[in-house]
């Protein structure tokens, strides 16, 4: 029965027919292997709308179905009548125009059977055919875009050049006119989160209420405390504000800032438009900022940090010829929502940033464009590319992150994550580009090759011998070089040329496998030597970033936070670069700043933004010095009766509170809460140690006998010597001796007059537990107690 969907043009269907094919074992059901079999398409059946395949092979006179996916893939690109034909992307049906058919090649591995051995003979350097690079035609102007306005913008009342300013004009912008900076567009992002907080959870800014409301400078400033934060060894805001301990605090902040509105901005550190509880319908009359609506395909964990992450892509650049690409892990992915959540995860192995960077020249290092892969959930990416036959995402990738480059002969170094031969043929035939990279063995046609002439010992790690296999009619060149391991690299763009001592090694002794001391030069394929001097740099740019990465909470906030800081760490290392190269243009007698410096002023300026944000004065800031002779002294703001962090205090300092009356006579349970309650309410009150305490006594006895031997009770010349009777007792002493321990501690009629007798100071300043007060200090116990004199 014939298909009910739109039918395929017929006319377009047969001018296929004499097409011819090169198929692989593994497209027919059951069948593996990588072997081509010759064909050609024979007729087409109208019926099924599929064409029929016919093998050139003698004994095989079957006819294969094939639809159109399946034809454009395996056409021979090779053919000398490849051009005769049609191929689109997609069919062509009834009623639709024209297509161009020169872009419809799909691109897959070669097979082995399509590289040979290149064999260099003694004393010759260059061998097999010759491949020339696709002409260098970019800019060749200065490597800033900067006007005349925009670079007077940047000076001070000096005239001199300064960083903060430029990396305030390298920040990204929003809106139709590019007239909403960073700070606007965030600072909307974050007034719309605190009001979802307040309406969905009940949240209460300690900060933020009323009128006061979030506004960019006080974003500036919150982006200048996580700078300071970073600077100060990623303190706590606790630290950072604390007004007692010198090495702790940040005076900057706490001038910039009270210690509410840095907290109530970092619980706003999930900014983002893209919460479902609140319909579009009610957003107006909800929030006083407009919604951001991402753009179509936008993968639903991007849809935080897209936006911004698109907007950090800065044309005010001219690349040179040589740029890099790399990929690197995201900072704090772990502890992410993303790889911690219920299920479904987007991400299930870690997000990785992808970049592009400036190698060479002036501007070396310079990020050109950054993306963040999720995962499968990556609309634009989780498709088949048009130019390849399986899924290759990193072939996506690509297509969008080198948008900007194409048809200018740029030289592309990557490494083994995204090179293959199916990125090296599209590189070069789609989008102009050389590229060169590390490669992995199964990605290639010629690492079978390899693998086998390794394996025969042909070439040995340590020998810096190569060995160089070129695709016999394209532009692929594959190399083995072996160096402390075998460096495997694949080009589009390089000859099989040998360089002479073209790099310098540390030989590894192959007896005691110990490398040299000194250098040797080595022999090497050219496209090592030019991956090799041109890799590294974005290695030492990140290396550079690193540094100074901002310092947000990892285990409190997820993903996006950690992207956000991310960027804006990463405009750090753009701004310096463009700045030294402004600055030795303009100021060529003067010495350049060094990057720690130019960050110190950066975060003096982002903490200076705008009117005071303080309410009342910050107090007076920690001591530099500190009295270290006793553990009692507190320096700072005085502290409170009833705080919990109460500090040491001396034992004969006055405890706020009521001590809660203990019951004589201790059983083991009883004694057991006791010890456990008293150690909470230490634990809240540190100097509470060894107090004296009344003590209700049950049965006829009133009082009990004072525990310390040299009670004066001893000593009113009474025939029988009895220590005073107390009703005092010490609850330290009580619990760890498992009983109350008596100790005087009031007023005794001695002859008809009062006094005070103290046993309770004597008894622990006898056993160490006290330091006795001066001026007196003895163990005796007086009728008149030192406390009173």
């Not at 999930?270 to 579009?280: E, K, L, R």
């Not at 936006?307 to 892990?329: A, F, G, H, K, M």
């Not at 409170?640 to 962090?645: L, N």
Request: glycine residues 6%.
């Amino acid at each position: 029965m014939a298909p009910r969907s739109a039918r395929i043009s017929l006319e377009w269907a047969k001018s296929l027919v004499g097409l011819s094919m090169k198929v692989p074992d593994y497209w027919w059901d059951g069948c593996k292997g990588y072997r081509l079999n010759d064909g050609v398409i024979d007729s087409y059946d109208i019926v099924e709308q599929k064409w029929n395949l016919l093998l050139n092979s003698r004994d095989d006179n079957d006819r294969y179905l094939m639809n159109y996916t399946a034809v454009s893939t395996y056409a021979d690109s090779d053919s000398s009548t490849i051009d005769e034909y049609q191929l689109p992307f997609a069919e062509i049906y009834d009623g639709d125009d024209i297509i161009d058919a020169n872009n419809g090649v799909r691109y897959f591995r070669t097979p082995p059977s399509e590289w040979s051995k290149v064999e260099l003979e003694d004393g010759v350097n260059e061998g097999g055919r010759t491949i020339d690079p696709i002409e260098w035609t970019g800019e060749k102007e200065e490597p800033v875009n900067i006007t005349d306005e925009e670079l007077d913008s940047l000076r001070d009342i000096d005239g001199e050049i300064r960083y903060e300013k430029v990396f305030e004009w390298l920040l990204p912008r929003f809106g139709e006119d590019n007239n909403e900076t960073l700070f606007d567009w965030q600072a909307a992002r974050m007034r719309n989160y605190v009001r979802k907080k307040e309406v969905e959870d009940g949240w209460k800014p300690k900060y933020y209420q009323g009128d006061d409301t979030i506004q960019p400078n006080h974003v500036a400033r919150f982006y200048g405390s996580l700078l300071a934060k970073m600077l100060t060894g990623s303190r706590s805001i606790n630290q950072m504000f604390c007004t007692r301990e010198i090495f702790n605090a940040v005076p900057p902040i706490q001038e910039s800032m009270p210690k509410n509105a840095l907290e109530d901005m970092t619980s706003c550190l999930h900014y983002s438009d893209d919460w479902d509880v609140m319909g579009d319908e009610d957003w107006d009359e909800v929030y006083d900022d407009p919604k951001v609506i991402a753009p179509p395909h936008t993968a639903r964990h991007r849809v935080k940090h897209g936006i911004l992450e698109d907007c950090y892509i800065q044309y005010c650049v001219n690349p040179s010829r040589w740029i890099t690409t790399d990929e690197s892990r995201i900072a704090g992915w772990y502890h992410s929502c993303m790889t911690i959540g219920p299920d479904p995860k987007p991400i299930r192995t870690g997000a990785t940033l992808h970049t592009v960077c400036i190698t060479q020249g002036p501007l070396s290092s310079y990020k050109l464009y950054a993306r963040v892969y999720g995962g499968k959930d990556d609309q634009d990416m989780n498709v088949h590319h048009k130019h390849t036959v399986k899924r290759a995402k990193m072939v996506s990738l690509y297509d969008f992150m080198l948008e900007s480059f194409k048809h200018k002969g740029h030289c592309v170094v990557m490494d083994s994550a995204y090179m293959s031969d199916a990125m090296a043929q599209i590189g070069r035939n789609h989008w102009g580009i050389n590229m060169v990279g590390t490669c992995q063995s199964d990605r290639t046609g010629a690492g079978k090759l390899g693998k086998a002439d390794v394996k025969a010992k042909e070439v040995v790690i340590g020998s810096h011998e190569s060995l160089m296999y070129q695709h016999n009619t394209k532009p692929l060149l594959y190399t083995v070089w072996g160096d402390n391991n075998f460096v495997k690299t694949l080009s589009n763009f390089h000859s099989p040329v040998v360089v002479r001592g073209g790099m310098k090694r540390k030989k590894r002794n192959r007896s005691t496998k110990r490398r040299d001391r000194e250098f040797t030069d080595v022999d090497c394929p050219i496209q090592q030597k030019d991956y090799c001097e041109t890799y590294h740099l974005i290695d030492k740019g990140n290396g550079a970033e690193a540094k100074y990465d901002l310092s947000t909470e990892s285990h409190l906030h997820g993903w996006s936070p950690k992207l956000a800081a991310r960027y804006f760490n990463m405009n750090i290392n753009n701004a310096y670069k463009i700045h030294c190269y402004l600055f030795k243009k303009h100021h060529p007698t003067k010495v350049v700043m060094p990057l720690k410096e130019c960050i110190h002023n950066l975060t003096h300026s982002l903490l200076q933004r705008g009117d005071s944000m303080r309410k009342r004065g910050g107090g007076a800031p920690p001591k530099a010095t500190k009295d270290i002779t006793t553990s009692s002294s507190v320096d700072g703001r005085k502290i409170r009766s009833d705080s919990v962090r109460q500090p040491f205090t001396s034992p004969t300092a006055t405890v706020t509170g009521t001590p809660q009356t203990p019951v004589s006579g201790l059983d083991r349970r009883t004694l057991q809460y006791r010890q456990v309650a008293f150690k909470r309410r230490k634990e809240q009150q540190p100097g509470r140690s060894h107090i004296s305490i009344p003590v209700v006594v049950k049965g006829n006895r009133a009082t009990s006998y004072c525990k310390y031997h040299n009670c004066p009770g001893k000593n009113t010349g009474a025939k029988r010597k009895k220590p005073y009777r107390s009703k005092y007792a010490c609850e330290e002493c009580s619990l760890e001796k498992g009983s109350d321990f008596w100790l005087c501690n009031s007023t005794k009629n001695v002859d008809g007059t009062l006094v005070v007798v103290d046993c309770h100071t004597a008894y622990h300043v006898q056993k160490k537990l006290y330091t006795a007060p001066s001026p007196v200090s003895t163990a005796e116990s007086s009728i008149i107690s030192e406390l009173t004199e």
